[in-house]
């Protein structure tokens, strides 16, 4: 019925000459390429220091802060711009419509790069929220807002205008993603500014902690993946040169897919203060998206059905096989870590970096390089300059992960192994926490080594694009002729879906409903149900001193490698002393659980060690702990704690979040600080510290936040 | 109201059978709907990513 309609229509109307705006495409795809090189070799640089703690150069390029840097750099430039390149493309045809305004693109990719550059400036300066994956500061976060919304227009204004009535699946996945990273960045960075380039988040301790994980999880559902599924859709039968295996397969799978990878947040935090409801049901959900996933996986690797043959010379096509595959991996693993009793090993160890690059190096970095190839010369007008050295490429990539990925799962293993570990005697076997890091340093060589591998694949990438760019005797955007849309007229028996699948704002809509339920009934409990988090009588709030030394501790990153959260385990009880509890942390603006252990737990730290241990394990980790990998930070005994803004901060925490200091406390903050500051000082030169005008040094306050951790509960001596 | 309706609920397993309930509903629902639709329909929306006049064979492919 509806064939014959569009075939009438057609026949009436004229043919549309117009042509795609194939500038953009190529501007995202450079962008990608350069941005990917960028963030990549960040990566590599941390992974060294992790290996020769020597190469922590200065403290704006030490783990702490280049590890965001480059979590930033390869999820937000890379795989963002590579995001926007395969979307300008890909959404254009499937339309058979120019973008909607070619200013609104431009300031699309110019306001993202400068983004960009912005996180690549403050990061390093430690300017951070400390939130993984949204680590950006308010300012940055509100431009982030505006460039989102001008994509929206232009991509939202472009469907509008579109020639053919109906919107592929690609074009829903990418409807999915624009609508629910909407939802989860503003909500994700609710927060109050204190001065230009610092805020202090509304939420506090579990409930921050839950909203953190809902977003970071999503962060990579609706970042890293179903843009790059909408891409799959598009890219891999264009390559293939053959439609989707199944197409009804396909819109189970988005629905089911935006439906389920909403609730699966909490599985991030099994095992700690979190109320044990939010955690099943992050279990439950989490198992659940294997169904969803592995069919989106298997409706990709079948739609290479009888073109196999071409897999085996086809580079793209090998690009795009392993991608799928990974995203299959990654996929089935993610369920299989958020089961409790695989998370009680899996979490705080390697192994969860190890199933991130499966995802981000497999599935993100290896489906980029094959669109790119697929496109460069489609883009060019001209041939790729060599398909051999793409041949060679994906070799690399494809070594490098395996060289990435498989140590890395080994020194998870042994190392929680090791944590875990009791002599005959009931004592721990590694009570030094030390002896399990030093274990897997040659694993850290190996995963270093594979990172390498895979960047100079991509500069292998870089040099071949240039050279296919290079050798293009011109690049005029495409011009086509279309035949004009046809106005639909509803068939007898039309059901819904066709209603929605036709229409973009319903489309928008639906997704939208069918995302915040999960997001809805899972917080908005969390935040004002009382009962989850159990006041404990003697949790007071930080001090001026400590609240100035926690945000140096934010400022250095330290949470990329000490978690705050002792979960209730034998082995970690032994190790770290009392479980944490939930209601240790009502004051704890942002949490820092942290969701790796490179150095040990440090939630009970606070009385475990003197001022002065203190005072030479941040000015040289090796003076007391040798063999230790962790960056020095000489710094902190040469610079002044910063007051400008203490009395600001306390008068949010007060005034606006109703933290109970005492009435006039923000007037006398800094004389508190001082009064605190010079006990500390005093003690320390007692036990033999003689550096001068130490009292006024950031490493006073940093050793005042140390020893506050965890001691709350403890009982008075 | 919404919170003391909450706080009446007890626990809160209520939240996980909902979650069950409302993700069938979903998962069945588009199903049924998917496995309604016309051959023809799907067959055309299925090669519109073929069908935008811009295939262009490369040396990748020629080989």
Redesign the interface.
Do not use: C
């Given at each position: 019925m509806?064939?014959q309609e569009v075939k009438t229509s057609t026949s009436q109307g004229g043919v549309d000459t117009f042509s795609y705006d194939d500038k953009i495409v190529r501007d995202f795809g450079i962008a990608t390429t350069i941005w990917g090189i960028v963030g990549m070799l960040v990566g590599l640089m941390a992974a060294l220091q992790l290996v020769w703690p020597a190469l922590n150069i200065t403290e704006y390029f030490s783990f702490g802060r280049i590890r965001p840097l480059h979590t930033n750099a390869v999820i937000f430039a890379f795989v963002g711009n590579g995001i926007f390149m395969g979307t300008y493309y890909?959404l254009q045809?499937?339309m058979?419509a120019r973008m909607f305004s070619d200013k609104l693109s431009k300031l699309h990719f110019w306001g993202w790069q400068l983004i960009i550059v912005a996180a690549a400036i403050t990061l390093p300066l430690g300017i951070t929220s400390s939130w993984e994956y949204a680590e950006l500061e308010w300012p940055i976060d509100l431009a982030i807002a505006v460039v989102w919304v001008i994509f929206g227009i232009n991509m939202f204004g472009t469907i509008l205008k579109r020639r053919?009535n109906?919107l592929?699946?690609?074009v829903w996945f990418y409807i999915g993603t624009w609508i629910t990273v909407t939802v989860l960045h503003v909500i994700k960075n609710l927060e109050i500014p204190y001065s230009m380039m610092h805020s202090i988040p509304v939420f506090a301790g579990v409930q921050d902690a839950l909203i953190q994980w809902w977003y970071g999880h999503n962060a990579v559902a609706f970042f890293l993946t179903t843009p790059y599924l909408g891409l799959m859709?598009?890219f891999l039968?264009?390559a293939a040169?053959?439609?989707?295996y199944s197409?009804?397969l396909s819109?189970?799978h988005f629905?089911?897919l935006i439906?389920?990878y909403i609730?699966a947040g909490p599985h991030h935090l099994l095992y700690t203060s979190l109320p044990d409801?939010a955690q099943?049901?992050g279990t439950?959900?989490s198992i659940?998206l294997i169904a969803p996933s592995w069919g989106g996986m298997l409706n990709g690797l079948l739609t290479l059905r009888g073109a196999w043959d071409?897999v085996r010379?086809?580079?793209?096509l090998k690009f795009m096989v392993i991608a799928v595959t990974a995203y299959g991996m990654a996929t089935l693993e993610g369920p299989l870590l958020s089961i409790k009793s695989i998370n009680a090993i899996s979490h705080y160890t390697d192994w969860t970096v190890g199933h991130v690059h499966v995802g981000t190096l497999g599935w993100n970095g290896m489906l980029t390089f094959g669109i790119l190839?697929?496109l460069w010369?489609?883009l060019y007008k001209t041939?790729?300059y060599s398909?051999s050295l793409?041949n060679t490429h994906f070799w690399l990539a494809t070594m490098g992960t395996l060289f990435y990925c498989v140590p890395l799962y080994w020194a998870g293993w042994t190392q929680s192994m090791m944590w875990k570990k009791f002599t005959p005697d009931g004592f721990l076997e590694y009570g030094n926490f030390l002896e399990t890091v030093t274990q897997i340093i040659p694993m850290y060589q190996l995963r270093a080594l594979g990172g390498a591998i895979y960047v100079v694949g991509v500069l292998i990438m870089a040099y071949n694009l240039y050279r296919t760019a290079r050798s293009s005797s011109g690049v005029e955007d495409?011009t086509?002729?279309?035949a004009p849309r046809v106005k639909y007229v509803k068939a007898k028996g039309d059901?819904?879906?066709?209603w929605i699948?036709r229409r973009p704002i319903q489309m928008l809509i639906f997704s939208a409903i069918?995302v915040l339920?999960?997001g809805i009934?899972?917080i908005?409990?969390m935040l004002?149900?009382d009962?989850n988090v159990p006041k404990i009588e003697s949790v007071q709030p930080y001090t001026a001193l400590e609240l100035e030394g926690r945000d140096l501790y934010i400022k250095e990153g330290c949470v990329n490698c000490h978690s705050q959260m002792v979960r209730p385990f034998r082995s970690e009880t032994e190790r770290y002393g009392e479980f944490s509890k939930s209601g240790e942390f009502i004051y704890d603006r942002p949490f820092l659980w942290g969701s790796k252990r490179t150095g040990p737990d440090l939630h009970r730290v606070g009385g475990k060690y003197t001022h002065i241990w203190h005072y030479e394990h941040m000015r040289d980790p090796q003076s007391m702990s040798p063999g230790s990998i962790m960056p020095a930070y000489p710094h902190l005994l040469e610079n002044e704690i910063n007051t400008t803004y203490t009395k600001a901060k306390i008068n949010v925490l007060r005034n606006m979040l109703n933290t109970p200091y005492p009435y006039n406390y923000a007037e006398n903050a800094v004389d508190d600080l001082r009064k605190q500051a010079a006990e500390i000082t005093a003690e320390l030169r007692e036990q033999g510290i003689d550096q001068e005008d130490v009292e006024s040094k950031e490493i006073i306050a940093l050793i005042a936040y140390l020893q506050r951790l965890g001691t709350d509960i403890k009982p008075k001596q | 109201m919404y919170k003391y309706i909450l706080e009446s609920a007890g626990d809160i397993n209520w939240m996980a059978l909902f979650a069950l309930i409302t993700f069938f509903s979903v998962f069945g629902i588009s199903a049924i709907m998917v496995f309604r639709k016309d051959k023809e329909t799907l067959s055309h929306i299925a090669n519109l990513p073929l069908a935008d006049g811009d295939i262009v064979e490369t040396n990748i492919e020629k080989r």
């Open positions: 509806e064939t890909s045809r499937l058979k053919e109906h592929y699946v690609a859709y598009y039968p264009k040169n053959r439609p989707v197409y009804r819109i189970i629905w089911a439906f389920i609730w409801w099943s049901l439950v959900f659940m071409r010379q086809d580079p793209i190839y697929w010369p489609r041939q790729l398909v793409a495409t086509v002729q279309v059901h819904w879906h066709r699948e069918v339920i999960g009934v899972e908005i409990p004002i149900i009962k | -």
